[in-house]
């Protein structure tokens, strides 16, 4: 493709594999650093931050609409058995690693946390900072996993289904402001704290 039909063709980590080649929809944010490689569909309104790897070599991966996933994050398959399914306004925080499981819409991954081959992790469940879910292990709607191996921590409060819903509306904000500078404001969930 050239440049005037594919708004990525200045990214320099955005290649096929084995004549897999990613689908991205154009109103998606991709940091220049961010590598994606081979079978890997990003829906609408997601960004993929900086020095972020989706790596669709051997199976696929598949995002939906308005999922962001932060920097140093890893999302990869297995080639034998699983793809990598990630639903629509998913959260992922900095330098987690996904691999090879499903993340239902409106779940929330936290930073630096794993999700293993197989796991599930269901719609309005959280995943907390560092924790390690093991292959298979399915976290139910409404409930805090943490630990490693993670475990049910407890209930979530109203307040945390309410944040699960803003972090990804802020992220689908901040994604458009990174791609389109102030054409995208006004911004209703997110501002800018200039250096004092």
Known sequence: MTSKNNPFADHLFIEPFLGEVPKINATAFIAKSAAIIGAVEIGEDCSIWHHTTLRGDANYIQIGKGTNIQDN???????????????????????????????????????????????????????????????????PKGELWAGSPAKKMRDLTSQEFKMIETSAARYVEVGKAAKLGLGAAPFSHFSVKPIP
Not at 77 to 99: C, E, Q
Not at 113 to 118: K, N, S, W
């Open 73 to 139: 994050s890893v999302v990869h398959i297995d080639s034998a058995k699983f793809p990598t399914r990630i639903g629509d306004y998913v959260t992922i925080g900095h330098s987690a690693i996904i691999h090879a499981c499903t993340l239902h819409s409106y779940c929330f991954i936290g930073m630096g946390a794993t999700i293993m081959d197989g796991a599930v992790v269901d719609s309005y469940a959280m995943v907390a900072a560092g924790a390690l879910v093991t292959p298979g292990k399915q976290v």
